[in-house]
C-alpha cells in the first residue's frame, strides 16, 4: 500500500493463526489522546545471512516483553524474540527498542508484530540490494548538463565566461558537460569529481552487479559498455575541461544568480548580464565572491586533489578499454597533482546573492586520495610517502562525534584515501594505522549511536542523509579491511534508516521501494513542473528543527503528511517546497550507489 499520501499505522491483535489488522489514518489530533505504536524496519528487506533489526516505538505505551515474526499470507508465526530495553525518548517517541532477529534466516514475505503495531509486509532473502545501485544511476543521467537525456534536449551549450583568472575576465572558455548539482544549475568541481570518483570506484570494486542498458549520453540502447562507466566518463570529460592546462583551473560554474525559482534546463533564463553564458570561476587560490558575500577560500588543493584522484583511477580503468583516453587522463593526473601541490589550503565555492555556499575547510585528505591512486597508477614511491603525510595530518573527519558543522565544512564526508592505501600496502603496522584511524571516527558515532533504538549518532546538519551513506561506507570499508565487525549492527543501521527504519518510516531514495513510503514531491522542476519522474535520487534527509525555521525562504506546499513525527530533533518533509530536506543532490545519491553496490556484491558472494 502507498502511503505517501497519508501516514498509516497498523493496530493489530493476534487470535490463533490470525492477524486482524484495522488501518487508521492520522487526522490532525488522532494521536494526541491515545498515542501511537509504530514499527520501523527496512522497507528494502532484510539479507537471509545479515543482521535484521526494526525498531518499536511509541508516543506513550511502554515497551512490550516480546515480538513476533509473522508469515504475511497467513499470519502464522514462525518465531518470536525479547524486545530490547527501552531506549526512552527519541524524537516524537517517548518510548523505543530494538527488535532483533537476525537468527532468523528462512526466505519468506514476513511481517513484525509487537504490541499494537504490526509492519508493512516486506521479504528476508538472499539478494534485497540486487539492481539498486543501477537503480540510482537514473538520476545522474536525468543530472547532466550539455545533453539531457531525460530531455533529450541540450542545456547551457553557451557556458562560459571566465572570472578571477589570468586571462582577462569574460574571456569564453568551453566548459559545456558535466552534471547540474542538484535541482540548481550550477556545477561544481567539488561535488562532481567526488561523484566521479565514487562511479569509477564502484566499477572497479564491484564491476558484477552493473549492467548495460544505455548509451554513452545516456539514452536507451546497449554499447557494451557498463553504464555506471558511461556516467563516469561523462563526469571525467567535463573535468577534463575544467583543467584544459597544467597551469589553469576551474572550480565551478554559474553561482547562486540561478536561484530564480524552478525552470527545466533547457529553459534556463537565469541572467548573469552575458545573454546565455554563465560564469566560470577560477581556482586562485584567494576568497571568492562577486558581492558583499565571499568564501574564505584559502588555496586550490581540495579542488585539484580530486581531479587528480579521479584522473589517475580513470587512467587505470581505461588503460586496457582506450589507451589514448587513459593517457591523457595519466598526464592529467599529475599536472592537477601539482597545481594543488603550489597551492596548499582549500578551495570553497563562491556565493553571489546569499551567504550559502560549500564551507570546505580540510583537504590534506583529498591531496592523500590523489597520492594514492598516482601511486598505484605510476608505481612512484614519492606519491606513497605524500600519501601517508597526509594521512597523518587529516586521519578523521571530524563532524563524526560532533552535534554539529558548516555546510558541507568536511568533504568529502569520509576519507576514501585510506582505503586506497590500506587495499594495497604490505606493511602490517601502515595497515594498522590506517585501520586505527577509520576505527577511531567510527567509535566517535557508535558513542552517541549507542544512547538510542536507532543507533544514530550522525548529526541532523544539512545533508544528514549524505553524511549517513558516507559514514555507512567506512564502516563497510572499515569491517572487509580489517575482518572486525564490531561495528556490523551499527553499520546496518545506517543502511536501514535511509531505507525506512527511521521515525517516518519512508525510504530516502526518490521512487524506491516503487510500492514502499518514499519520497514522490521531491525538490525539483522535473517533478514538480514536468511531472517527469526522477527516480533514484538520494534527498538531503532530515534536519534539526532550528535549521529548518532558520532558513530563507522556505515553507510547505501543502499540510505535512509526517507531521505526527516531526520534533524538536529533526524534521522532513516529501514536499517540493523544502529544499533543506527534500531535494535530492549528485554526490549523496553517488555515495549512496557506492555503497549500495557493496551490498549487492556481498550478497552475491553468500
Known amino acids: 500500500m502507498k502511503m505517501y499520501k497519508g501516514i498509516c499505522i497498523w493496530i493489530a491483535c493476534v487470535t490463533g493463526r490470525v492477524l486482524c489488522a484495522q488501518q487508521l489514518s492520522f487526522g490532525q489530533n488522532a494521536v494526541n489522546d491515545n498515542g501511537f505504536e509504530v514499527i520501523r524496519y527496512n522497507q528494502l528487506g532484510y539479507a537471509t545471512y545479515g543482521p535484521k533489526i526494526a525498531v518499536w516505538a511509541s508516543q506513550k505505551h511502554r515497551v512490550p516483553d516480546s515480538f513476533f515474526l509473522c508469515r504475511a499470507d497467513d499470519g502464522q508465526c514462525v518465531w518470536s524474540g525479547k524486545c530490547s530495553h527501552d531506549f526512552g525518548g527519541y524524537g516524537p517517541f517517548q518510548h523505543t527498542a530494538r527488535l532483533d532477529f537476525t537468527v532468523y534466516g528462512v526466505p519468506g514475505k514476513y511481517v513484525l508484530k509487537a504490541g499494537n503495531a504490526i509492519s508493512q509486509a516486506f521479504f528476508i532473502r538472499d539478494d534485497p540490494y540486487h539492481g539498486l545501485a543501477d537503480f540510482c544511476l537514473q538520476y545522474l543521467r536525468a543530472q547532466q548538463c550539455g ?64 549492467t548495460d542498458n544505455c548509451q554513452d549520453n545516456g539514452l536507451p540502447g546497449k554499447n557494451g559498455i557498463a553504464d555506471v562507466l558511461d556516467e563516469a566518463r561523462w563526469g571525467l570529460n567535463w573535468l577534463l575541461k575544467m583543467h584544459p592546462r597544467p597551469d ?112 570546505e575547510q580540510d583537504w590534506q585528505d583529498d591531496m592523500e586520495l590523489a597520492a594514492a591512486l598516482l601511486w598505484q597508477m605510476s608505481g612512484q614511491p614519492e606519491f606513497l610517502r605524500a600519501a601517508w603525510h597526509d594521512a597523518d595530518a587529516d586521519p578523521l573527519k571530524p563532524w563524526m562525534g560532533a552535534d554539529t558543522a558548516l555546510h558541507y565544512q568536511w568533504y568529502p564526508f569520509f576519507n576514501a584515501g585510506h582505503a586506497e592505501l590500506i587495499a594495497h600496502i604490505r606493511k602490517a603496522s601502515e595497515r594498522r594505522k590506517g585501520l586505527a584511524y577509520y576505527r577511531k571516527g567510527i567509535e566517535a558515532v557508535w558513542q552517541k549511536a549507542r544512547r538510542n533504538a536507532f543507533y544514530r549518532g550522525i548529526p541532523f546538519i544539512w545533508c544528514s542523509n549524505n553524511l549517513t551513506a558516507a559514514f555507512a561506507m567506512q564502516c563497510w570499508l572499515y569491517r572487509h579491511l580489517s ?42 522542476a522535473f517533478s514538480h513542473l514536468a511531472h517527469i519522474p526522477i527516480k533514484g535520487g538520494l534527498v538531503d534527509g532530515p534536519v534539526y528543527g532550528s535549521i529548518f525555521h532558520s532558513l530563507i525562504g522556505i515553507h510547505l506546499s501543502r499540510p505535512d503528511d509526517f507531521a505526527p513525527f516531526q520534533s524538536d530533533l529533526a524534521v522532513y518533509h516529501d514536499d517540493w517546497a523544502d529544499y533543506s530536506t527534500n531535494e535530492p543532490t549528485l554526490d549523496g545519491t553517488a555515495t549512496a550507489l557506492y555503497f549500495f553496490a557493496a551490498l549487492e556484491a556481498e550478497d552475491e558472494k553468500y
Open 248 to 359: 589553469w583551473m576551474f572550480n565551478q560554474v554559474a553561482d547562486d544568480r540561478d536561484h530564480q525559482g524552478f525552470r527545466l534546463p533547457d529553459r534556463d533564463s537565469a541572467d548573469y548580464g552575458r545573454g546565455l553564458e554563465r560564469p566560470v570561476y577560477f581556482c586562485n587560490g584567494l576568497p571568492q565572491g562577486t558581492t558583499r558575500y565571499q568564501n574564505h577560500t584559502t588555496g586550490v588543493a581540495s579542488t585539484a586533489g580530486k581531479m587528480a584522484a579521479c584522473f589517475a583511477l580513470g587512467a587505470m580503468l581505461w588503460k586496457d578499454k582506450d589507451s589514448a583516453f587513459a593517457s591523457r587522463l595519466r598526464q592529467k593526473a599529475f599536472s592537477a597533482y601539482r597545481f594543488g601541490q603550489e597551492k596548499p589550503g582549500y578551495c570553497q565555492t563562491a556565493p553571489h546573492l546569499a551567504p550559502y555556499y560549500y564551507a
Open 147 to 210: 545533453f539531457n537525456p531525460v530531455l533529450r534536449d541540450s542545456c547551457h551549450t553557451h557556458d562560459g565566461y571566465t572570472l578571477y583568472g589570468p586571462m582577462p575576465d569574460s574571456t569564453h572558455m568551453d566548459v559545456v558537460g558535466g552534471w547540474h548539482d542538484a535541482s540548481d544549475y550550477l556545477r561544481y568541481v567539488t561535488t562532481s569529481a567526488t561523484t566521479t570518483y565514487y562511479l569509477l570506484a564502484a566499477y572497479r570494486d564491484f564491476p558484477e552487479v552493473f
Open 483 to 524: 575482518g572486525d565487525t564490531t561495528y556490523r549492527a551499527l553499520e546496518q543501521a545506517c543502511v536501514d534508516w535511509l531505507l525506512g527504519c527511521n521515525p517516518w518510516g519512508t525510504s530516502f531514495i526518490i521512487g524506491f521501494p516503487e510500492n514502499g513510503i518514499a519520497p514522490h514531491d521531491p525538490h525539483s
